[in-house]
């Protein structure tokens, strides 16, 4: 899918969903990253920036290949190698959003993944979302992680560490990110309710292929306008 951005755009967007990821309390302090794929080149958040304080200007333009920085004098996230994975593996997204969302967190420190618990998670990220075990934040033993199961998944959770989405877009990366954050509040909340009820495979296939959840996922990408 070509990129739907030009470095311009792309440091824009990224800002713009910057704050809301500040405002939704997915990070706080100067952690977690954002990037994504522009025209002709990747841009990246640079290191240390508090998500809430960046501008423009803190989202860098870097070669996809190599990491090096083009134009800017701040460095990039520690991350980068862990984003430059996930678009080599992923050529149909342009974004990723990583956070270190504080229920998916815990939830993932326990090993356990986040079970299909309703239609809109199933539908707008998958009913599958993989936990890796705890590697230090990073360093290339960390993309090589994520690389191995990013290829089939949107979401991956990092124990002890955090949550990573992708998408077409940083809107999509963004609303994956959030969805699956509120979607462990949720099972936090049922667990501690009772026994809940998962969806069966079947109820699962039947989402994948409700024509409403095709129309929402357009949506989310800006497919339609
Ligand atoms: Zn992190």
């Given amino acids: ?13 990224l800002w713009v969903y910057g704050r809301k ?11 977690g990253n954002t990037s994504a794929r522009a ?18 200007d ?30 080599l593996k992923r050529p149909d997204a342009n974004a990723v959003v990583h956070t270190h969302a ?7 420190m326990t090993g356990q993944s986040l079970p299909p618990i309703y239609p809109d998670l199933i ?38 560490h ?11 990366a963004y609303f994956r990110n959030l969805i699956v954050e509120e979607a462990c509040k949720t099972w936090l909340a049922a667990r501690a309710f009772g026994k809940p009820y998962v969806l069966t495979p079947e109820e699962v296939h039947a989402v994948y292929h409700l024509e409403a959840e095709d129309y929402r996922r357009a949506l989310l990408r800006g497919d339609i306008a």
């Fill in 1 to 13: 899918m070509p990129s739907p951005y030009t470095v311009e755009t792309a440091k824009r967007d």
């Fill in 21 to 31: 990821i500040a405002e939704r309390l997915l990070i706080v302090g100067p952690g």
């Fill in 39 to 56: 025209d002709t080149a990747l841009v990246v958040k640079a290191s240390g920036c508090a998500f809430e304080d960046c501008t423009e």
């Fill in 58 to 87: 803190d989202y860098i333009p870097i070669d996809p290949k190599t990491g090096e920085v083009i134009g800017s004098t701040k460095k990039p996230t520690c991350e980068v190698y862990m984003h430059i994975a996930c678009f």
């Fill in 102 to 108: 504080p229920i998916a967190t815990a939830l993932a």
């Fill in 123 to 160: 539908a707008l990220v998958g009913a599958d979302i993989p936990v890796l075990p705890y590697i230090i934040p990073a360093g290339k033993q960390l993309a090589e992680a994520v690389a191995k199961v990013i290829g089939d998944h949107n979401a991956v959770l990092l124990s002890n």
């Fill in 162 to 172: 955090g949550l990573l989405t992708v998408g077409a877009n940083v809107r999509e």
